[in-house]
């Protein structure tokens, strides 16, 4: 793991007035872009030839000497490969450039996670030492952490055999990059045929079912939840609930829009099971009497990542929950940085996290702002790594 003292250095040697943010323009790069330029800073994003056109032309900002006009990306770099990005010509570009760096999925899913522990010699606002806890079956991930932090998650189901109700077989895509292959099986029978068909279709493969994670299916709606910590914070509470939003899943919402007599003649085609692909969100709220646990959950979680994962969380996290019929939660997964559904708060922010602020506040717009209190503060070493 790189040296959380050389980023701080390298942070601490940044023109504090002419820090830019850089992201990689996937994901949920536009919240970020749109977040800073909010706050004042400009912004870089990293594209990948052939992805780029979003950000460098239809999102591209206009300036009028310092006041913005139109847009939200201010420089751009386009590479063949997203990963080029963690070049040395380019982390010392981005370090000349006084770019303080945001991690996404996209950034850790297209680049190795060996070079963004200890090759990516950029600051990163957020929790370099944790980004590896999403993947599921390393020895210390997120279902890890939840465990050590007495945090509910769906019951795990030991193998195919085991399996006497709902379950849902957690894989990756083969061919879909940041993608799953989940499918649901109420017997072993059911995930032999199952898993057969979905290997036939190229969707996932042996080798990835041998390590896949087959858990008890809650019945409920799902709310993906948007915390934020803030480590200066001295006064009022440190965690935030910025926000929830909810997924749109292909093909599975295409299934669910159907008629019941429409969903019975899928049976024994290619089309019979649904994929979980996340295409789009949407912006949600929970009632107020579940608020309470929501919070319960994210400061156990924080102070397990602080035991477990020094310093801890900083800044933007997801915990991605489902509720079910006794209004009880299940974190099913964990982002350990900025969600993929923050879009959603793109100019307008959220409810909960507009009532906290009293203005639009998205998570991009609280990540900008916490860099631009902790540059005034003199204090870009507590949300380095």
Known sequence: MIDRKSMQDLAGSYDKKGIKVGVLASHSALDVADGAVEEGMKTVLYSQRGREKTYIRYFKS??????????????????????????????????????????NRSFTSYVDMGTVEDGFRVPMVGSRNMLRSEDRGSQKDYYWLLEKAGLPFPEKIKSPADIDELCIVKLHHAKKKLERGFFTATSEAEFDRKSAELIKQGVITEDMLGDARIERYVIGPVFNLDFFYDPLEEELPKVELLGVDWRFESSLDGHVRLPA?????????????????????????????????????????????????????????????????????????????????????????????????????????????????????????????
């Open 62 to 103: 206009k300036r009028d000497g310092d006041k913005l006009v139109r847009g939200i990306v201010d420089e751009y770099k386009v590479y063949d490969r997203f990963n080029e990005i963690a070049s040395d010509p380019e982390m010392d570009e981005m370090v000349k450039n006084n770019v303080l760096f945001i991690p």
């Open 261 to 385: 007599p429409q969903q019975m003649e899928l049976v024994g085609t290619s089309q019979e099971i649904p994929e979980m692909t996340v295409c789009g969100h949407n912006s949600a709220t929970i009632r107020e009497s579940l608020l309470e646990k929501a919070f319960d959950l994210a400061e156990k979680f924080v102070k397990a990542s602080k035991e477990q994962y020094d310093p801890g969380i900083i800044g933007a996290f997801c915990l991605q929950t489902c509720i079910d019929k006794d209004m009880n939660y299940y974190i099913y997964d964990v982002a350990p940085r900025i969600g993929g559904g923050t879009n959603v708060h793109v100019a307008v922010g959220h409810p909960y996290g507009n009532a906290v602020w009293r203005t639009q506040m998205s998570t991009g717009r609280r990540t900008a702002r916490l860099i631009k209190d902790a540059a005034e503060q003199e204090r870009l070493d507590y949300i380095v790594t």
